[in-house]
């Protein structure tokens, strides 16, 4: 059965940062497009970030040069180092294959405000 645990989410000014994982069970995530997704209040799921097998990245034009998407095959980990953070990022942000094929997860929660 496939699991996708997402961490890291917080709390944090404007302007902060924060790094979110993604631990993959019962696939070898390294084989697959990986993607952080998010969703926020009202709003509908958007994929954010995806990185290929090989590693090359694509972000939604919202989080270019702020965000940046990483994997460690060797943990089965995606990772979403985010930085210069705004108010519009609050969300829920999730991982999964890109396009997505597996259940989603819970999420975690990133809220950035005063």
């Known amino acids: 059965q496939v699991q996708l645990v997402e961490s890291g989410g917080g709390l944090v000014q404007p302007g902060g940062s924060l790094r979110l994982s993604c631990a993959a069970s019962?696939?070898?995530?390294?084989?697959?497009?990986m993607g952080w997704y998010r969703q926020a209040p009202g709003k509908a799921r958007e994929l954010v970030a995806d990185?290929?097998?090989?590693?090359?990245?694509a972000y939604v034009d919202s989080v270019k040069g702020r965000f940046t998407i990483s994997r460690d095959n060797a943990k089965n980990t995606l990772y979403l180092q985010m930085n210069s953070l705004k108010p519009e990022d609050t969300a829920v942000y999730y991982c999964?294959?890109?396009?997505?094929?597996?259940?989603w997860g819970k999420g975690t929660l990133v809220t950035v405000s005063l």
């Open positions: 019962g696939i070898t995530s390294s084989m697959y497009d």
């Open positions: 990185i290929t097998p090989g590693g090359r990245t």
């Open positions: 999964n294959t890109s396009p997505d094929i597996y259940n």
